[in-house]
């Protein structure tokens, strides 16, 4: 699928709310850094190395019968705005996006994969699935990495795995990561001990758009810390009965609401759903606060007139970039907020109408 | 209220610090509190992962220690030419071979982060199935020391076995 019609494309595979979970667990990502021996890292490589590499990777997969499909992206031709939505779509990093020569982005047309080619390591190899799907998430993954494996030299040391980059992702080159939304836990300050014991258990915290991002929309990101030592099954088995925890902490604080506070819940969400339904202009901070509410109130059958899947599907395209690619200009702060509230409106109005996508 | 240090501007950054009990308040202005790198404290909470191994690197938390100065130490990596103070100062290696070449300071570092210096993961299968055969070997040892310990000898017993199936792969392929 062309880069054109990725991005066109609202819907991706992980907005589907058909997994286990989807009511607190929103995607499941799992990333392997792999690189090639001999060839320096991308921050030490020479413009030649970089083509090197992309050039392999490019024939690799040309090769494969199964990668064959993936749809080869060289970010360096894309424009801003498409590099810009690529990141907001999750499927390639802020650092990434910025589309510097020999660059690759290599994506299949459900967006279930992509892998990065010269971002901090040679190759990045990322699947992304919807709700909390780590097992099936990282035999994708697998799958992608052994197939890559059978035409590349991958950089690996028989005593501390496989070499990257930096020495916090060496070993595995795992990193296995779920989306949860914890508005319960939020709103009755308990998120931070929950937290900080999750902290505790070698588990990483990080905001809606991964290292270094706040908690924005109630989303917050889980993945292991480690890399080295444990294999890649104890790594998502940890990662995964933590969440579980974390999830049954969230859902049990649903309840606890719902039964003693239920007016007061319910109209924190019919608010919000009302001001999505009619707002006129709208920013992308109160955009992601109202839409998780809006999906607190699906997940609580508090309200019906929007779904699961519009809602994480606007999660997405209610980001600047996204809205201007979308718009087919370039909009300014004050002309996005329009534009954004105007699209929020459309599409639950198309949902509540019953049309098809 | 004006700044404590210019006396002339208002003081709108209020700073209360703890050090060793001792309880210390100042009141600055914007531009006195950022030369006093006050500020920095307070905005810049950028706290990713190679800042953090530059802070493990260069505080002297007795990394540097662990290193014997008889041991063989490159200045910069013979392959990529990276010196390894460009690396505490970025938190990203230069190529594959900075591993060895860089061991005895990076070994504590890896210690340190994974808590491990230890591959117990997946194997390429290009490595030869005898890499993987000996990874087997060892994860199942490990566990068979584990239920000895536990006295789950049944249990252990198959796992011996195994043990001994695999050697006798090994060997046999040798």
């Not at chain 1, 995964?240 to 974390?246: E, L, P, R, S």
Request: charged content about 25%; hydrophobic content about 40%; aromatic content about 4%.
């Amino acid at each position: 699928m062309p880069l054109k019609d990725i991005i066109n494309k609202t819907y991706s595979a992980w907005m589907s709310t058909d997994a286990p979970h989807t009511d607190v667990a929103l995607s499941s990502r799992v990333r392997l850094a792999r690189n090639l021996g001999d060839i320096p890292f991308p921050n030490q490589a020479s413009p030649a190395d970089l083509a090197k590499v992309a050039g392999l990777v490019e024939t690799a997969v040309s090769q494969v019968p199964e990668l064959s499909r993936l749809e080869i992206i060289r970010l360096s031709e894309a424009s801003a705005l498409d590099r810009q939505v690529l990141a907001e779509k999750h499927l390639i990093s802020p650092q990434h996006a910025q589309g510097a020569e020999n660059r690759l982005a290599i994506i299949a047309g459900d967006e279930s994969v992509s892998v990065m080619v010269n971002e901090e390591d040679h190759i990045r190899i990322q699947t992304l699935m919807s709700g909390f799907q780590l097992d099936e998430a990282y035999q994708l993954a697998d799958k992608i990495d052994d197939l890559f494996e059978s035409r590349l030299d991958y950089a690996f040391d028989e005593r501390i795995g496989y070499i990257t980059a930096c020495p916090t992702n060496v070993g595995t080159g795992l990193r296995v990561s779920i989306m949860v939304h914890l508005p319960a836990l939020v709103v009755t300050g308990q998120v931070k001990a929950v937290l900080s014991a999750v902290s505790k258990l070698g588990i990483a915290i990080r905001g809606l758009y991964g290292e270094g991002s706040e908690a924005s929309g109630n989303m917050f990101q889980l993945s292991n810390q480690v890399t080295l030592g444990r294999s890649e099954r104890e790594l998502i088995e940890n990662l995964g009965a933590v969440t579980m925890q974390v999830i049954e902490q969230e859902r049990s604080t649903r309840k606890k609401l719902i039964m003693e506070m239920r007016e007061q819940l319910e109209d924190r969400v019919q608010r919000s759903y009302g001001i999505l339904c009619h707002a006129r202009l709208m920013t992308s901070q109160e955009a992601l606060r109202l839409l998780s509410d809006a999906k607190l109130g699906v997940d609580l059958q508090l309200i019906s007139g929007v779904d699961g899947k519009t809602i994480n599907e606007l999660m997405v395209i209610t980001q600047p970039a996204y809205l201007q690619r979308l718009a087919g200009q370039e909009l300014d702060p004050g002309e996005r907020d329009i534009s954004r509230a105007t699209l929020i409106r459309e599409r639950i109005r198309i949902r509540r109408e019953g049309k098809e996508r | 209220m004006f700044c404590d240090e210019c006396k002339k501007r208002p003081a709108n950054v209020h700073i209360t610090k703890m050090v060793n009990g001792v309880k210390s308040e100042s009141h600055l202005c914007e531009e006195c509190a950022g030369e006093k790198g006050e500020l920095t404290l307070i905005s810049e909470s950028k706290f990713s992962f190679p800042s953090l191994l530059t802070g493990l690197l260069k505080s002297g938390s007795g990394i540097e220690s662990h290193v014997p100065i008889h041991e063989h130490i490159v200045d910069g990596c013979r392959n990529c030419g990276i010196a390894f103070s460009t690396f505490a100062n970025r938190g990203f290696l230069g190529c594959s071979q900075c591993y060895t070449q860089f061991e005895p300071r990076l070994e504590p570092l890896i210690r340190r982060i994974h808590g491990t210096c230890r591959h117990t993961g997946k194997v390429p299968k290009r490595m030869g199935g005898a890499a993987g055969v000996m990874r087997e070997i060892e994860n199942l040892r490990r566990d068979l020391g584990k239920l000895v310990s536990e006295e789950r000898y049944e249990e252990a017993a198959v796992v011996r076995d195994k043990i001994k199936a695999l050697e006798k792969r090994l060997s046999d392929r040798a």
